[in-house]
């Protein structure tokens, strides 16, 4: 069983449009992730939610919006996308625990592809 | 404010050989240090972790990792790796809810 899924695996898209990526995790954790891994590797966080309400929200453009329906799933849309958003995109989860202490449990990533 | 600095971007190494990966990370509080793995194409995994307690802590695989306080290092070694090993390994630092990770070092071993 995947511990933590996203869908879908390839994006491969316009300049301007929206489209969304969809995240689950299986393992019953209560915190969730969102990271852009760039070109060079470079892996930078998000945004992140716990048990449904949103922790961290790093200098992302407001064309990002994370969307958490529950506490197993946490989307991301993006509005109006542009060559740079071009990344693999991480959705991530952990059990909450003493400031961080617990692993990242990584889905297998979505390479989005801006044309 | 937490930071990570993996101080090689690649390193090449052949088969059978020990490799140091090395990381170095600034914090003002206590922190919480973990080893990442990244294979081809795949997602990030855990590789090893720093809670308290032994210094030295090891991996199902081979590696190890020391935590030195006074010199704020986290560095990563095997005595010997495989062709299996090539891959992306990220250094990252926990506090709060937040983790930061490194940029990373392609470790890539030749036959």
């Known amino acids: 069983d995947t511990a933590v899924s996203q869908t879908p695996k390839y994006l491969v898209t316009q300049m301007g449009n929206d489209k969304s990526i969809k995240c689950e995790q299986n393992l019953g954790h209560d915190t969730m992730y969102w990271y852009k891994q760039d070109s060079k590797k470079f892996l930078k966080i998000m945004f992140s939610?716990?048990?449904?309400?949103?922790?961290i929200n790093e200098t992302v453009p407001n064309r990002f919006s994370p969307k958490s329906p529950d506490k197993a799933h946490l989307n991301l849309h993006i509005n109006s996308l542009e060559l740079g958003d071009s990344a693999v995109y991480f959705c991530?989860?952990?059990?909450?625990?003493?400031?961080?202490?617990?692993?990242?449990?990584f889905g297998p990533g979505t390479r989005l592809t801006v044309l | 404010a937490q930071s990570v600095t993996q101080l090689d971007s690649q390193v090449p190494v052949f088969e059978e050989a020990p490799v140091e990966l090395r990381c170095n990370y600034s914090s003002s509080v206590s922190v919480y240090l973990f080893w990442y793995v990244q294979y081809p194409n795949q997602g990030l995994q855990l590789l090893l972790k720093?809670?308290?307690?032994?210094?030295l802590v090891e991996s199902i695989n081979g590696f190890e990792a020391e935590f030195n306080k006074s010199q704020t290092s986290f560095h990563l070694r095997k005595p010997s790796v495989h062709i299996s090993d090539t891959a992306e390994y990220f250094c990252?630092?926990?506090?709060?809810?937040?983790?930061?990770f490194g940029a990373g070092t392609r470790l890539f071993v030749k036959a």
């Open positions: 990252a630092v926990a506090g709060g809810f937040k983790t930061i």
């Open positions: 991530a989860s952990s059990q909450r625990g003493l400031a961080g202490a617990n692993e990242q449990f």
């Open positions: 720093y809670l308290s307690g032994s210094t």
């Open positions: 939610y716990n048990n449904k309400e949103l922790i």
